[in-house]
Nanobody
Framework: VQLQASGGGLAQAGGSLRLSCAAS????????MGWYRQAPGNARVLVAR??????NYADSVKGRFTISGDNAKNTVYLQMNSLKPEDTAVYYC??????????????WGQGTEVTVSS
């Protein structure tokens, strides 16, 4: 199973970006999909996650970011609005899923860089 993240780039403060993370491989079902971010010199932290019909967000992004999923495409999105310079980080998607053999698996995508200029 692989996760392919895309959509990062440069944005101005107040602008928007949408990240996508597409999963491929032998997948039976998703348990949790989420986005984490890691700013230079900092630890990787949870930004948002979705499981079933529930979503959770870090306090720092509540009201600005929205996580959503498309089950038919095995893809999770992160819509980021009202971006701030402090949102600058490398964003990683993550999935906890059951493979086709029912094995519980945690997968990380490659990072996608988001830079927000003031």
């Amino acid at each position: 199973v692989q996760l392919q993240a895309s959509g990062g780039g440069l944005a101005q403060a107040g602008g928007s970006l949408r990240l996508s993370c597409a999963a491929s491989g032998s997948i039976s079902s998703f348990i949790i999909m989420g986005w984490y971010r890691q700013a230079p010199g900092n630890a990787r932290v949870l930004v948002a996650r979705i499981t079933g019909g529930s979503t959770n967000y870090a306090d720092s992004v509540k009201g600005r970011f929205t996580i959503s999923g498309d089950n038919a495409k095995n893809t999770v999105y992160l819509q980021m609005n009202s971006l701030k310079p402090e949102d600058t980080a490398v964003y990683y998607c993550n999935a906890v899923l059951r493979s086709a053999t029912s094995a519980l698996t945690t997968v990380w995508g490659q990072g996608t860089e988001v830079t927000v200029s003031s």
